[in-house]
């Protein structure tokens, strides 16, 4: 298993196309890191540059803090799998797994370390098919069988479940969390699916126009992203964001306008909230994400509230909760991207 470490990483396509820009971020040995972001980001771009697929234009590559640039894909020791599993069609599930092991070493023995492998994967009933007899689900637990039977020390995953439906994507998110984490692999796992990345991440890093934006803990990113990107990009429902100003309190206790509506925060400042106080009088975007909100009459208010009024236009009902559509006359903020 291995540190991977990417400095000042910048990737320029032909036609000055600036696919990562300046990208930097480690990752620990047996770390599982999501790095999250819009089709187009740049995502499977780092990926193609960890396992050497892709030159990297500027910046260092560091596998277990030695300078890998230059080392050619095989003897790098990762296994990528991609979106679209390219298993050999007139292979069964064994040979598609034994394959990478009999190019390494041609006449080898290879049973006893496939059977084990797919003991892992709980695919042994699957051996002796070929692709055509697998499912979607089935087919890709088989390529993710013929990526780690070389028992590689770290794994890259490019959005390996888009292809499968709703139900056996949550599946399989589960299962690949489980896997690598009892083979304690460093693992790298692509996904544009912001809820697939808060469900497993130890740490997500969240990428927009080739730029890192964010690197945290899942809550972390969710709780307090950094930017109104970040904000936007993660979380559903959608974090409501809108347009208001700020007015200097006297109390400490922040007074906010809204449209033709003003509120004031129930408690005085924190000192997480300082940074407001540069901005007294000025346009800000206020983040309101849906379950901090409550709906609730003007008698019903508690001490720790604040009383923006509205009017309902639409309940979504979802099974264990409804979600609420509000209009208060508020501007909403504009998200490039
Ligand atoms: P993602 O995986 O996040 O969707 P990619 O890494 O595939 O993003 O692409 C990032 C950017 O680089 C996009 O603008 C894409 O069009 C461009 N790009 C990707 N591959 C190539 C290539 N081989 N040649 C030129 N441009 C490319
Ligand atoms: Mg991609």
Redesign the pocket.
């Known amino acids: 298993t291995r540190a991977i470490s990417l400095r000042d990483v910048t990737?320029i396509?032909?036609?000055d196309?600036v696919?990562?820009n300046r990208l930097s971020l480690d990752i620990a040995p047996g770390e599982f890191l999501v790095l999250l972001?819009?089709?187009?980001?740049?995502?499977?771009?780092?990926?193609?540059m960890i396992a050497g697929l892709?030159d990297i234009t500027s910046g260092e590559l560091l596998l277990d803090g030695e300078l890998a640039n230059g080392i050619p894909p095989g003897q790098r020791g990762l296994a990528m799998v991609f979106q679209h599993y390219a298993l050999y069609p007139n292979m069964t599930g064994e040979q598609n797994m034994s394959f990478p092991l009999k190019i390494e070493s041609p006449g080898r023995d290879t049973t006893a370390q496939v059977r084990e492998t797919a003991r892992l994967l709980g695919i042994e009933e699957l051996l002796d098919r070929f692709p055509a007899q697998l499912s979607g689900g089935e087919r890709q637990r088989v390529a993710m069988g013929r990526a780690i039977v070389r028992r590689p020390s770290a794994f890259l995953l490019?959005?390996p479940l888009s292809n499968l439906d709703a139900k056996l994507r949550t599946r399989l998110r589960a299962e690949i969390a489980t896997l690598t984490r009892h083979l304690g692999v460093t693992t790298v796992y692509?996904t544009?699916d912001q809820a697939e990345a808060m469900s497993l991440g130890d740490r997500v890093a969240v990428?927009r126009d080739?730029v890192i934006q964010q690197v945290s803990a899942a809550r972390e990113v969710y709780q307090r992203p950094e930017n109104v990107f970040v904000a936007a990009f993660v979380g559903t429902p959608r974090i409501n964001l809108l347009r208001a100003t700020v007015h200097a309190p006297l109390d400490g206790r922040l007074n906010i306008d809204f449209g033709t509506q003003r509120i004031q925060l129930p408690q005085p400042l924190s000192p997480d909230h300082q940074m407001l106080r540069v901005q007294m009088g000025r346009e800000i975007t206020v983040g309101l994400r849906s379950e901090a909100a409550r709906i609730a009459g003007p008698q019903e208010m508690r001490p720790t509230e604040a009383l923006l009024n509205g009017v309902v236009q639409h309940v979504e009902f979802q099974g264990h909760e409804s979600l609420v559509h509000v209009s208060t006359g508020a501007r909403p903020a504009r998200v490039e991207g």
């Not at 972001?37 to 193609?48: A, D, E, H, I, N």
């Open positions: 990737k396509y032909p036609r196309v696919a990562v972001g819009p089709s187009g980001c740049g995502k499977t771009t780092v990926l193609r892709e490019d959005e692509v544009h990428l080739g």
